[in-house]
């Protein structure tokens, strides 16, 4: 089973741009990334997804390096209101296989300061 | 477009009861998964259900369980309730065969077991 590794915790300031990197050695051809971000007593909340290379939305980047075994989630000009856990989800592969799982890491907490 | 919805939002039961909780998923999502959430084993996947069949389920104790309607809506039974069942239960419902696409999850049932 792919596993995921996060930071447990990070820190930064208003303003700033951060960068979250999650390792998934084991991820496997058919598989994307995906990373969430989650409030206190509130679900996860999807912030973007990727397969290989770069892709930007409105709210953050993320970068997938060639080997795909890594990624890192980019949230430029965080403000307070980004104080939250983010979450990195590799699934399993192999589409329609009863054996396939997902597979939650253990979330990087994000603070933000003024 | 109406979000997730679980009911009931909070729960409190005592040992050796069972619980049933409901999700009803995005309209037109197929897709239903459940998860269990506690500080201390992070958010675990506890299965997935597609078009009525559960396709994919976590290393969870046969007394969880769950099935999905023809409606897509989705419950989960917790039989024999253990203290260590406390713990908010999230559900999520995805377009397709959920590891690709997006999850989009509820705020969740808080179940204390006491």
């Known amino acids: 089973l792919a596993k995921t590794t996060q930071p447990i915790s990070m820190d930064s300031y208003e303003g700033q741009e951060v960068n979250i990197t999650c390792s998934h050695n084991n991820i496997a051809t058919n598989d994307y990334i995906t990373w969430y971000q989650q409030f206190p007593s509130q679900g996860p909340r999807f912030i973007i997804q990727g397969y290989k290379t770069k892709v930007t939305n409105e709210v953050a980047s993320l970068f997938i390096p060639a080997d795909r075994k890594s990624s890192t989630l980019s949230l430029p000009r965080v403000s307070l209101s980004d104080t939250a856990v983010y979450y990195c989800?590799?699934?399993?592969?192999?589409?329609?296989?009863?054996?396939?799982?997902?597979?939650f890491g253990s979330g990087t907490r994000l603070s933000i300061r003024p | 477009k109406a979000g997730v919805t679980q009911t009931p939002r909070y729960l409190i039961k005592t040992r050796g009861q069972q619980v049933t909780l409901s999700c009803s998923p995005i309209?037109?999502?197929?897709?239903v998964s459940w998860y269990q959430q506690t500080p201390g084993q992070g958010l675990q996947f506890l299965f997935e259900y597609f078009s009525e069949t559960q396709r994919n389920k976590g290393n969870f104790p046969g007394r969880f369980s769950g099935r999905q309607f023809s409606n897509s809506r989705s419950e989960m039974n917790v039989s024999t309730l253990e203290l260590g069942d406390s713990a908010l239960y999230l559900c999520?419902?995805?377009?397709?065969?959920?590891?690709?696409?997006?999850?989009?999850f509820g705020n969740g049932t808080r179940l204390t077991v006491t």
């Open positions: 309209s037109g999502h197929r897709s």
């Open positions: 989800l590799v699934g399993l592969s192999v589409r329609y296989s009863s054996a396939s799982k997902i597979i």
């Open positions: 999520a419902s995805s377009l397709e065969y959920f590891y690709n696409s997006p999850l989009h």
